[in-house]
């Protein structure tokens, strides 16, 4: 590994850590306990921004989105297209909405129409889901940091775990997402730095000029965006518009992401910091797909065999043929983007169990602190828990449609939103538990039932869609007529 020793990795990490803990310093100063929670509403709406694109660039896509050019060029594109849509929804319909209900946790706007039960339902779901995609997206980082510096030094797996995650408890338990919001800025040029470092470098390896080379690249089949056959996983229409669900799913009914909108002074601000997001993840993203190409020409070129899971290329390349500045750049870079995914879930996940299932805000100053410190602790140690288990199945394959099964849990979010906006009906709210179970499960079995009759369709991120419907349409069905308003008329 460019024979640079594992001591000066764990050296420079530090030196990483340090410089969170030192941000951690100067935002937890004169914090007050909603601080945590709200960051005080005086967030700068451009930090927002950029952070969060270091927050939706998990460690995830960091390997990933690059490997995957080689097998399905630049079509999740597409899908990124679709998303730039749904931000520009979220920034124009929902968060002037959540700024006028004055929320702190989102899921407490459902418990006039859907009742407690479907709205701890609701909040149930979504820290199901940050608990598994966490765990998952810190665990591909941990492995890449157990074999670039704490393996060669014979320290066991268990124990990069919990030093990683004892460092972001560390640097949130004072401020939570006042403190988050800095250090995803921070963590986002990390992983900007490492991705544009990595290009430049590479492209010193090819005798073409660097305009030369790039506008042959992306003229190549490997670099094509669309993609119209019906019967493909990457039709065009498919991603566009399951990427605008996912959008709205993942990132408008998601504690998560609006916890860090809420933070700006307003919903202009707020507006502004989406709408300005959305660009920068866009080409973020396509930086990222035109770094996969050159990792594939570079590979080409060195005669370097491509691994069989495709999202191993940019850590082999990385890590052994690029340099000890690069493999530094890279191992940083990683751990910035699972960590400002981790620190943000984090925090949501205690925002959320504290506001709708213990109802913090009821208690004395001293005490909300002391509840909110202890939940805080609790969801580290439990993302702890699931990354060990993830490590002792030692089956990727198994490991890795965990995550993908966590995916299905965003579609009763998203329906459970959507009734609550558009439907006028009353929900049986004893049956809005069953119907947010059963939702993913007939999702999971039309999948399954389509294999055999539709003549080799394959389902993609279309698959949210589905189950969201699916969700709406048993909510309508266990619902009764009523002069119930909507969400948006309360």
């Given at each position: 590994?460019?024979?640079?020793?594992?001591?000066?990795?764990?050296?420079?990490?530090?030196?990483?850590f340090?410089?969170?803990?030192?941000?951690?310093?100067?935002?937890?100063?004169?914090?007050?306990?909603?601080?945590?929670?709200?960051?005080?509403?005086?967030?700068?709406?451009?930090?927002?921004?950029?952070?969060?694109?270091?927050?939706?660039?998990?460690?995830?896509?960091?390997?990933?989105?690059?490997?995957?050019?080689?097998?399905?060029?630049?079509?999740?594109?597409?899908?990124?297209?679709?998303?730039?849509?749904?931000?520009?929804?979220i920034?124009?319909?929902?968060?002037?909405?959540?700024?006028?209900?004055?929320?702190?946790?989102?899921?407490?706007?459902?418990?006039?129409?859907?009742?407690?039960?479907?709205?701890?339902?609701?909040?149930?779901?979504?820290?199901?889901?940050?608990?598994?995609?966490?765990?998952?997206?810190?665990?591909?980082?941990?492995?890449?940091?157990?074999?670039?510096?704490?393996?060669p030094?014979?320290?066991?797996?268990?124990?990069?775990?919990l030093?990683c995650?004892?460092?972001?408890?560390?640097?949130?338990?004072?401020?939570?997402?006042?403190?988050?919001?800095?250090?995803?800025?921070?963590?986002?040029?990390?992983?900007?730095?490492?991705?544009i470092?990595?290009?430049?470098?590479?492209?010193?390896?090819?005798?073409?000029?660097?305009?030369?080379?790039?506008?042959?690249?992306?003229?190549?089949?490997?670099?094509?965006?669309?993609?119209?056959?019906?019967?493909?996983?990457?039709?065009?229409?498919?991603?566009?518009?399951?990427?605008?669900?996912?959008?709205?799913?993942?990132?408008?009914?998601?504690?998560?992401?609006?916890q860090?909108?809420?933070?700006?002074?307003?919903?202009?601000?707020?507006?502004?910091?989406?709408?300005?997001?959305?660009?920068?993840?866009g080409?973020?993203?396509?930086?990222?797909?035109?770094?996969?190409?050159?990792?594939?020409?570079?590979?080409?070129?060195?005669?370097?065999?491509?691994?069989?899971?495709?999202?191993?290329?940019?850590?082999?390349?990385?890590?052994?043929?690029?340099?000890?500045?690069?493999?530094?750049?890279?191992?940083?870079?990683?751990?910035?983007?699972?960590?400002?995914?981790?620190?943000?879930?984090?925090?949501?996940?205690?925002t959320?169990?504290?506001i709708?299932?213990?109802?913090?805000?009821?208690?004395?100053?001293?005490?909300?602190?002391?509840?909110?410190?202890?939940?805080?602790?609790?969801?580290?140690?439990?993302?702890?828990?699931?990354?060990?288990?993830?490590?002792?199945?030692?089956?990727?394959?198994?490991?890795?449609?965990?995550?993908?099964?966590?995916?299905?849990?965003?579609?009763?979010?998203?329906?459970?939103?959507?009734?609550?906006?558009?439907?006028?009906?009353?929900?049986?709210?004893?049956?809005?538990?069953?119907?947010?179970?059963?939702?993913?499960?007939?999702?999971?079995?039309?999948?399954?039932?389509?294999?055999?009759?539709?003549?080799?369709?394959?389902?993609?991120?279309?698959?949210?869609?589905?189950?969201?419907?699916?969700?709406?349409?048993?909510?309508?069905?266990?619902?009764?007529?009523?002069?119930?308003?909507?969400?948006?008329?309360?």
């Amino acid at each position: 590994m460019n024979n640079l020793n594992p001591t000066i990795f764990l050296f420079l990490l530090l030196a990483y850590f340090a410089l969170l803990l030192l941000i951690s310093y100067f935002t937890g100063k004169k914090s007050k306990t909603q601080s945590f929670y709200t960051g005080d509403r005086q967030s700068p709406w451009y930090v927002v921004a950029f952070g969060m694109v270091g927050a939706t660039i998990s460690g995830v896509t960091f390997i990933s989105v690059p490997g995957e050019t080689g097998n399905s060029a630049f079509h999740y594109f597409q899908f990124v297209m679709g998303n730039m849509v749904g931000y520009i929804i979220i920034a124009t319909l929902l968060l002037p909405f959540y700024y006028r209900k004055n929320i702190v946790s989102i899921y407490t706007i459902l418990e006039e129409k859907t009742g407690r039960k479907g709205y701890l339902t609701t909040s149930g779901f979504f820290i199901l889901s940050k608990i598994i995609g966490a765990s998952f997206r810190l665990y591909l980082a941990a492995l890449v940091i157990d074999m670039a510096i704490f393996g060669p030094l014979g320290i066991p797996f268990w124990v990069t775990v919990l030093f990683c995650l004892l460092l972001i408890w560390l640097y949130t338990f004072r401020s939570g997402i006042k403190t988050v919001v800095w250090t995803d800025t921070l963590q986002t040029l990390v992983l900007l730095t490492a991705a544009i470092a990595s290009v430049i470098v590479l492209l010193k390896h090819f005798d073409k000029p660097s305009s030369e080379f790039l506008g042959n690249l992306l003229s190549k089949p490997e670099a094509r965006v669309f993609e119209f056959g019906w019967k493909s996983p990457n039709n065009f229409f498919k991603q566009f518009f399951s990427g605008i669900v996912i959008a709205i799913a993942l990132n408008g009914f998601d504690q998560d992401i609006i916890q860090k909108n809420l933070t700006c002074r307003n919903a202009a601000d707020a507006r502004k910091n989406m709408l300005w997001f959305s660009s920068w993840f866009g080409l973020t993203v396509f930086l990222f797909l035109v770094l996969g190409a050159m990792l594939y020409a570079f590979a080409k070129l060195e005669g370097i065999e491509i691994p069989e899971r495709t999202d191993r290329l940019f850590p082999l390349i990385a890590l052994n043929y690029l340099g000890a500045s690069i493999a530094v750049l890279f191992v940083l870079g990683i751990s910035a983007a699972a960590f400002s995914s981790a620190d943000s879930a984090i925090t949501a996940m205690t925002t959320s169990f504290s506001i709708d299932f213990l109802k913090i805000e009821q208690h004395i100053e001293g005490r909300q602190k002391r509840i909110r410190n202890f939940v805080h602790l609790i969801f580290t140690l439990l993302i702890f828990g699931v990354i060990i288990l993830f490590y002792n199945l030692n089956n990727e394959s198994v490991v890795v449609s965990i995550f993908k099964a966590a995916g299905y849990t965003y579609g009763p979010i998203a329906g459970v939103f959507c009734f609550a906006f558009f439907f006028r009906r009353r929900p049986i709210r004893w049956l809005i538990v069953p119907a947010c179970i059963a939702s993913p499960v007939i999702t999971y079995l039309i999948t399954v039932l389509f294999k055999h009759i539709a003549n080799g369709y394959s389902f993609g991120f279309e698959l949210i869609i589905i189950n969201t419907l699916i969700t709406i349409l048993l909510l309508s069905f266990f619902s009764k007529k009523g002069a119930l308003k909507t969400l948006t008329n309360l």
